[in-house]
């Protein structure tokens, strides 16, 4: 068989998708949102703009926010992944950052929701008390057409508080 019509060799991986062993079978160029939605069923992975602009496809691979949508499957097996989905407890109850979202009217089509659900998260685990400047630069790589930033800021701003780490602070007074 000649070299140029060959299809590339598929294997069968496991990977460690939100806490759960998930066996998929992948070819070397496949990207990761791709193998999330489905063959893993995390349908919160969204695949905006397939070239890395907008965000929609935020993931955390090993706790640090990557884009699904140019990440090859294969370059993160062994690695743990986590995507929205793995912020709701087992027992149905949503994450403090999904409820600071909805409390806060942080959603409008919810589109980017994911993706800026997944890169909060990684800020809050990494300094759990951060200020404006710092969750807009987190959220900075995704983008936003409805809701104008502010209430995701605030979200986030909250989030941290209801997870115990501004106690002490008041929310800033932000414009609607």
Do not use: W
């Not at 069968?12 to 998929?24: H, K, M, N, S, Y």
């Not at 349908?43 to 926010?65: I, M, N, W, Y």
């Not at 959220?139 to 502010?150: D, E, H, P, Q, S």
């Amino acid at each position: 068989m000649d070299a140029r019509t060959q299809k590339p060799a598929r294997q069968v991986v496991e990977l460690e998708v939100d806490g759960e062993t998930i066996e998929a079978t992948i070819a070397p160029h496949r990207l990761l949102v791709d193998v999330l939605r489905d063959a893993c069923g995390r349908t919160s992975v969204k695949e905006g703009c397939e070239s890395a602009s907008c965000g929609a496809c935020t993931v955390l691979v090993d706790d640090v926010p990557r884009l699904a949508c140019i990440t090859p499957a294969a370059d993160v097996i062994g690695s743990k992944i986590r995507t929205a989905e793995s912020l709701r407890s087992s027992d149905g109850r949503l994450h403090a950052l999904q409820e600071a979202f909805i409390h806060h009217h942080a959603v409008q089509c919810g589109f980017c929701t994911p993706g800026m659900l997944m890169a909060g998260l990684a800020l809050l685990e990494e300094n759990s008390r951060p200020t404006e400047q710092e969750v807009r630069d987190a959220i900075a790589g995704n983008l936003c057409r409805c809701t104008g930033y502010v209430r995701i800021v605030r979200a986030i701003l909250a989030a941290a508080q209801t997870l115990g780490a501004r106690p002490e602070r008041r929310l800033p007074e932000m414009a609607s």
